[in-house]
């Protein structure tokens, strides 16, 4: 659950509604030039917005990825400078 999130560790799966997406164009690194994602979710127990789908996952996902569709997330929390985030490693039509 979205809630939960701040006391989770590692490899964990949400089904949620997504409220938003914010496409970033990746403008240095290996990767430079291709889209990634930064998602709003909600599920009954609240909001998550620090859902991040990197460019390789984004590009394989992005045709489920809009605002209102509901998806099963599995990925994993990273925990960077005290903010956790939740980062797609795949994502599933419900």
Known sequence: MC????????NTSLAVEIINVR?????????KGAK??????KDSSG??????VFSDK?????ALLY???TVLLKGQISLKKDVKSFIV???TQI
């Open 3 to 10: 809630v939960d999130i701040q006391f989770k560790k590692g």
């Open 23 to 31: 496409e970033h164009i990746i403008k240095s690194g290996t990767s």
């Open 36 to 41: 990634m994602a930064f998602l709003k979710v």
């Open 47 to 52: 909001v998550l917005d620090s859902v991040c």
């Open 58 to 62: 984004y590009a394989e996902y992005a």
């Open 67 to 69: 605002k209102s569709n």
């Open 89 to 91: 490693n795949e994502a």
